[in-house]
């Protein structure tokens, strides 16, 4: 299969500036990206997992530019999205789709579904005014919604509606590639797992892209083609599904996968448990990120950088960042 | 759930949140005695305001020196001044004065106010530092010395006192503006609608302004007594309405002279500032508190 690459994003940073003192100078970054790169090819599902504060929400804003990146570039079919004006940028966001997180904050409450999905049309122009009615019916139903809905205000609607309406609104431009922000992690697990297949239905549909973001591992193993986990800012480890899950190598992702309740009362559990929080993304340990609650850290880890590199023992395009995956592998070496 | 799809089903109601949100609004409200007596009290006046004039056969200038400084009786309610007027006629075309310099300085000052919050609010960085620190420099001298400054470079009329209020009013609602724009900036939806390449201008006028109006309106209401007050006291030290003009200030300016035999000419014109002020504060609060959803019912 020819994969063609519809995004590539290339040594991404996001740092978001402190203010403080008495002239309101910038004191200190939170670096919230530092440099992660990655490519999405057409028509399949990358999710982006990670604990809360690794980053993946910003990796989708700064994506978009909903907030402007500091560093890096992504290139979204040949064009470099950082480099291009606003005003350019306003044509490429028909392409470019992000549903949200919490369906109560992501619609105004002050528009009616047709009014909402119109303005979405009418900002990028995408269908004749007298058109846009028929278009906006054929929407509700294809996100399971009756068109005789489409006069209502948000809060007439549930929770698992509103997120239909959020991916009515998105598809309503006919976009490449949607940016899905823990697009199921507010809802109930039963919705959960209806708007997961409306999702997985639309891109059988229209071809889309998605780049799922989520902290929900068992989401993300029903979904994903292929899986970047994410750490304090960087990519530790990047995946096909079945090689993430069946062959991990980097210790967090170990960890992490760990972590997956199993619905059985009698199952052995290896948890893994990491000790400590998540240090401070405003000063990041030097060296592995990871090596202050890593099992295995040693001096090489605290003082130099691991780059995601590939060994013999992986399969495909899996890549992961840690000095020391062949002796973790053969089990040479030491627990802390 | 397939015949029954196709059509739409007889919606008896028709809610928007809208109407659904004044409705609660509107039941707030009426509990809150106060807010309705003060309510009730600004739609009198606005009422004599427009209709007042129009049933007065007397001529609020015309004097009469035979009957100068009379005290209330049948013919003159309020009494006479020292020309001889009827300081109920002038009283009454007064209150169109009153209200004017009130809506219109709050009509100014908010919406500069607005434009300058939400523009603050929006953009931050530079220009938010820019225009909040003008406001400070607003807001650091007392009111009615800005005004009196104002009046002063501009020269004392009614248009240049609306003018001088306005300009007062300003900052005011520019804090009030900025603070809610950056609540609401944060929303997932205004994200939303970015990420669908919206202009600015349509974000702040079509997401940000309907949904910030709350605080908005219960500033401007109590703003209009501040405004009501400071003309009245720029009258009364002579920089607003010009006399004859019935202006209350101007009016409570020329009964001082005649405070200790002719008391009448100072306390009508005072108790009609009193009022009318009162009853936009009161009015303001019951607004504020109607429109706050924190507020338990």
Known sequence: MAKKELLKVEGLKQYFPIKGGFLGRTVNHVKALDGISFTVYEGETVSIVGESGCGKSTTGRAILRLEEPT????????????????????????????IFQDPYASINPRQTVASLLNEAMHIQNVLPANERRARIEELLETVGLRPYQADRYPHEFSGGQRQRIGIARALSVDPKLIICDEAVSALDVSIQAQVLNLLEELQDEYGLTYLFISHDLGVVRHISDRIIVMYLGKIVEIADKTSLFENPQHPYTKALLSAIPVPDPDAVKNRIVLKGDVPSPIDPPAGCRFHTRCPFATDKCRTEEPLLRTTSAMKGEHEAACHYIEEIAAGTMIEK | MSTQTEKSPVIGKKSSPRSEAFKTFMKRLLKNKAAVIGGLVILFIILVGIIGPFLSKTDPNAQDILNKLQPPSKDHWFGTDNFGRDIFTRIVFGTKLTLKVGFLSVLIGGVVGIVLGIVSGYYGGIIDTLIMRVMDVLLAFP?????????????????????????????????????????????????????????????????????????????????????????SGLAFLGLGAQPPEPEWGAMLSDGRAYMHNASHMVMFPGMMIVIVVLAFNIFGDGLRDALDPKMKQ
């Open chain 2, 143 to 231: 009111g009615i010395l800005l005004a009196l400054a104002i009046v002063s470079v501009l020269g004392g009329s009614l248009t240049n006192v609306i003018i001088a209020v306005g300009i007062f009013s300003v900052p005011a609602f520019a804090r009030i503006v900025r603070g809610s724009t950056l609540q609401v900036k944060k929303l997932e939806y205004i994200d939303a609608v970015r990420a669908l390449g919206a202009s600015d201008g349509r974000i702040i006028f079509k997401h940000i302004l309907p949904n910030i109006m709350s605080p908005i309106i219960v500033q401007a209401t109590m703003r209009i007594a501040t405004a009501i007050l400071t003309a």
């Open chain 1, 71 to 98: 560093e890096g570039s992504v290139t979204f079919q040949g064009t470099d999205l950082t480099k291009i004006s606003t005003r350019e940028m306003r044509k490429f966001r028909k392409d470019l789709q992000i």
